[in-house]
C-alpha cells in the first residue's frame, strides 16, 4: 500500500475525511520536531500521513517553520509521495479567488530560511536537479482529477508559484514585479518545502487554492474575512480532490 503525505496549509489544520488510526505525538528527526502531530489513517487505497504546516491550531508563521523537519518527519513515517496544499493570490487573470491551479514551475523569492539537507553539516554538500520542480505524474493525475469536478471558479493545469517570504502580504509594486518574473500565483510556503521533497527522494505536487485577488488585481482591499470565506468553500472542494486522488 503506497503512503501519501499531504501537507495542510492556511485553512487545512485537519481532515475529517480520514479514518484516524494513530496520532504520531512524539515524531522526532535530527533537525528538530514537526509543526505538530502527524496523523496517520486511512483513505480509499491509500496509507495517509496529514501534516498541517502551519501546526494545529493555525500558529506557526510561514517563515518560522521547520521545513527540513516537516519532510524529515513524512519520509521516516515512510511517506512515497507529498500532495502539497497552498494558499495563494492570484495573478493571472484566470487565477480568481476559488480557482485551483497545479503549478508547474516556481520562483523563490523567500530568503533566510533553512533550505536544504545539503548544507555540509546535516549531510555533505550536494546538488539537485530542479529543472522541473513538481512530479509530472502526480500532476498529470491531479489534472485529471480535476477535470471532473464540478468546480464553480475552475481550475489551471499550470501556474508559476512565487514564494515570498511573509506573513505580510504583497504591495503593488511587489506584485508587478512577480508578473513581470512570469508569476502566475503568490504565496509564502511554497518554497523551500518543494525542493527539500526533491533532496529526499520523494515525489511532491502542489495543490493551490487562490483565496483572494493579489495587489493591485481588485480594487476592493484584501481583507482576511474575505480570505476566510472563500477558503471555507475552497477547501471543501480540494478534499474531495484528495479523496478521489485516493480511490
Do not use: W
Not at 19 to 38: F, Q, R, W, Y
Not at 121 to 145: A, E, G, M, N
Not at 209 to 227: F, Q
Request: hydrophobic letters at 40%; a negative charge; one cysteine or more.
Amino acid at each position: 500500500m503506497k503512503t501519501l503525505a499531504i501537507i495542510g496549509g492556511t485553512g487545512l489544520t485537519k481532515f475529517d475525511q480520514l479514518e484516524e488510526i494513530i496520532k504520531h505525538p512524539d515524531v522526532k528527526t535530527e533537525l528538530g520536531a514537526p509543526s505538530c502531530n502527524v496523523i496517520e489513517g486511512r483513505l480509499g487505497k491509500y496509507r495517509l500521513l496529514f501534516l498541517p504546516r502551519h501546526g494545529h491550531p493555525h500558529a506557526v508563521a510561514p517563515h518560522k517553520i521547520n521545513y527540513r523537519a516537516n519532510l524529515l518527519a513524512l519520509k521516516q513515517l515512510g511517506a512515497n509521495e507529498i500532495l502539497a496544499v497552498n494558499a495563494v493570490g492570484g495573478i493571472e487573470k484566470n487565477a480568481i479567488a476559488g480557482h485551483i491551479s497545479v503549478p508547474h514551475q516556481i520562483i523563490d523569492y523567500t530568503s533566510g530560511r533553512e533550505n536544504t539537507y545539503f548544507d555540509g553539516l546535516f549531510r555533505p554538500l550536494d546538488h539537485i536537479d530542479f529543472t522541473h520542480p513538481y512530479d509530472q505524474s502526480l500532476r498529470t493525475k491531479l489534472v485529471s482529477i480535476l477535470s471532473g469536478q464540478p468546480l464553480e471558479n475552475g481550475f489551471s493545469d499550470f501556474g508559476v508559484y512565487g514564494a515570498t517570504q511573509g506573513p505580510r502580504l504583497e504591495t503593488i509594486a511587489e506584485i508587478n514585479r512577480l508578473e513581470n518574473d512570469g508569476c502566475d500565483l503568490v504565496g509564502m510556503t511554497g518554497m523551500p518545502e518543494a525542493a527539500l521533497a526533491r533532496e529526499l527522494g520523494i515525489p511532491y505536487a502542489s495543490l493551490c487554492l487562490v483565496v483572494n485577488p493579489a495587489a493591485g488585481k481588485s480594487n476592493e482591499l484584501i481583507t482576511m474575512d474575505d480570505i476566510r470565506a472563500v477558503i471555507e468553500t475552497g477547501m471543501a472542494d480540494i478534499k474531495r480532490v484528495i479523496e478521489a486522488y485516493c480511490q
